[in-house]
């Protein structure tokens, strides 16, 4: 996941899941939020070896609501729990 503004690799996930997915950008301090879109194709993934960190960036399923969300070696982004293959959209993107 990247910064919508300043296109930074370095966004860290700032809450915890029962409350919001605020992000921040480590570079420009811009904060957003990402939401997902089921895209209705599926595809199994591997579980990542290394237990994801909690300030890893992170999404919840469209369809599962699970936060297992995981961007498959060509970069789309998947479910673990339920295999949905999931659009990203960066929403309530504030400049900081
Ligand atoms: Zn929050
Ligand atoms: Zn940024
Ligand atoms: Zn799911």
Do not use: Q
Not at 11 to 33: G, L
Not at 72 to 95: K, N, S, W
């Amino acid at each position: 996941m990247r910064c919508p503004l300043c296109g930074s690799p370095d966004v860290f996930y700032s809450c915890e899941p029962k409350c919001c997915f605020n992000h921040v950008c480590s570079d420009c301090r811009a904060t957003f939020e990402p939401v997902t879109h089921a895209t209705g194709s599926t595809r199994r993934i591997a579980r990542p070896e290394e237990a994801p960190d909690a300030s890893d960036p992170t999404a919840a399923c469209a369809r599962c609501e699970s936060t297992h969300v995981y961007a498959d070696d060509d970069g789309v982004a998947v479910c673990l729990d339920c295999g949905a293959v999931l659009d990203i959209e960066l929403t309530e993107i504030c400049p900081p």
